[in-house]
């Protein structure tokens, strides 16, 4: 039943939700963007409330002081934070956004690509609504060049003189266009715009990146030997896992058909002794069978294990536990082990779903994305990401790990009391 309907039905309703698939808008929702805005100039105001507007973004602005009070984010906050793994990427606006020497805009955007999906998703998204919004932002550029004439008859007479032409030649409501002008809109916006007769979207983004600056930095993983790689092994790796320790729990069902536990209980032994010794074999079979991926992936795609072997090996006998004790749990509560692997088979795609194995987790929607964080696999790859992208000491890691540690603890004990009330020693 299992294999047949759920496992199916789930995966159905979870790639549609992913995919956008009964959504007006396809695409991502609600990314973690932060945004800091340095600039006094009010267009840099409009162009954080036009992120704010972008359904694909969640805008941080606010640090969250431990008081729960808030102030605005700055750029000091951001790289912490980023390497704490609370978002991926930030923009910053910079005081001289406006340039007064030259026409142009100065941008600088942060990134942590520790998914390159994600990251170059992202990054198109983001630039598409910076540039729609650059039109008005030259506009902002030339009239801060003449900044000292704002307010003089000079500067007003250019302004005027600007709408008169343009409304003689072009048609259009004089007032309105002195308006449009004084706001800093000299109609840049029809450069090149796909729906005009005259250019193409192309030569609108080509003339932009010319006169845009944009410093980007890349803040965590710079030295990543094989970035892509070092990325996708983890989430396949513990995937892999979880079937073949799940495969090693539920043998206890065969050796309960065989006699071997009645063999064993006649002797100096104790059903907890028989818990353990299989706990203890899967957490084993687990750091055996990750070591050899990562080895795999070493050879295979360079990905450097040898400067994070300690940690690596730490984080894997840890993650291998936690597989372990799933295992057990499965075992314990199913009542054959046809059951136990129509469970398994249900329970670990869907945590590979939601855990951030198959795609990122950014793409999923936001109501199931409170739901990662439940799932062994996110946090097992959280503590391979923290290791081998992110270079994290072993106190950086240790929170990650002791999350772990206390989902072994807490399914375990679950385990070994159903064990105890159950029929499989029986």
Known sequence: MSLTFLVPFCLIYVFG?????????????????????????????????????????????????????????TEDDLRPKMKANEFHIALVLPPDLLREDALGLHLKILTDPRNEMETQMVMGILQK????????????????????????????SFN???????????????????????????????????NGAGGTAGGSSDLFSKIVRIDQEQVVGQDVKSPMATRLVGGWAIQFLLFAVTASATALFYERDLGLFHRLL??????????????????????????????????????????????????????????TAFGMLLASIASSPEAAQGMATLLIMLMCCLGGA?????????????????????????????????????????????????????????????????????
């Not at 409304?167 to 449009?180: E, P, S």
């Not at 199931?368 to 992110?390: C, D, I, N, P």
């Open 17 to 73: 939700s992913v995919f956008g698939v009964n959504r007006k808008d396809s695409g991502p929702s609600d990314i973690p963007l932060a945004v800091v805005n340095a600039s006094a100039n009010p267009a840099a105001a409009k162009l954080v409330a036009a992120l704010q507007a972008e359904k694909t973004f969640h805008v941080i602005t606010n640090f969250v002081n431990p008081d729960k009070s808030t102030r605005p984010l």
């Open 160 to 194: 005027a003189a600007i709408a008169d032409n343009v409304a003689r030649t072009f048609g259009g409501d004089r007032d309105q266009i002195l308006a449009n002008v004084q706001n800093g809109s000299f109609g840049f916006d029809q450069l090149g715009g796909g």
């Open 266 to 323: 006649a002797g100096p032994v104790t059903r907890a002794h028989i818990l353990w010794s299989k706990f203890i074999y899967g957490v084993i079979l687990g750091l055996i069978q990750l070591v050899v991926l990562f080895g795999a992936g070493r050879f295979f795609f360079g990905i450097d294990v040898e400067q994070h072997l300690g940690l690596l090996v730490l984080t894997c006998t840890i993650a291998a536990a936690a597989c």
């Open 358 to 426: 198959w795609f990122p987790l950014e793409m999923i929607p936001l109501t199931l994305r409170h739901f990662s964080k439940l799932t062994l696999v996110y946090w097992a790859q959280e503590g391979f990401s923290q290791v081998l992208w992110a270079n994290a000491s072993f106190f950086e890691l240790l929170p990650t790990l002791g999350i772990l540690a206390a989902m072994t603890a807490g399914v375990m004990a679950i385990a070994v009391w159903r064990f105890n009330r159950g029929k499989i020693f029986g």
């Open 129 to 156: 609504t910076l540039f729609s919004n650059v039109p008005q932002l030259l506009g902002q550029s030339l009239q801060t060049r003449a900044r000292g004439l704002v307010g003089s008859p000079r500067m007003d």
